[in-house]
């Protein structure tokens, strides 16, 4: 693996089609994706798979995209990856922020420019 190694990104959403269009769009922008459809759900492989990256749909059942941005916050295993939200209401902006999130996309996006928004989220990192 090594330097050769994709960044790996963890998408959780409760639209199958957002998951199938953009876990396959940044599949092809050369990101490793893997998808879920609920908050629960993106804790627990947050927690077991240690992606580079995740991006939480605010609106999920369950527990939503705050509340799984807290719990990630609140776990020490994953309380440094970064988060961005997507989100249809920019009123929700001031509690992603508060939750913890690292950015926020509004939706509906583009694929160009959601895109667009991970590589330069990846680029402004700097390795741990």
Known sequence: MGAMSRPRVLLA???????????RYLDLEGYEMST???GEAAVRIAEADQP????LDIMMPGIDGIEACRRIRANAATAQTP?????????????ARL???????P????????AEAVKTFFAT???S
């Not at 639209?15 to 876990?23: G, Q």
């Not at 580079?52 to 991006?55: G, K, P, R, S, Y």
């Not at 939200?85 to 509690?95: C, G, K, N, P, Y």
């Open 107 to 114: 939706k509906p996006f583009n694929l160009p420019a959601l």
């Open 83 to 95: 988060v961005l939200m997507f989100s249809a209401l920019s009123e929700e902006a001031e509690a």
């Open 36 to 38: 879920v459809s609920d």
């Open 13 to 23: 959403d409760d639209d199958p089609r957002v998951l199938s269009v953009v876990s």
């Open 125 to 127: 990192r700097t390795p």
């Open 52 to 55: 580079d990256l995740i991006i």
């Open 99 to 105: 939750a913890g999130a690292d950015g926020m996309l």
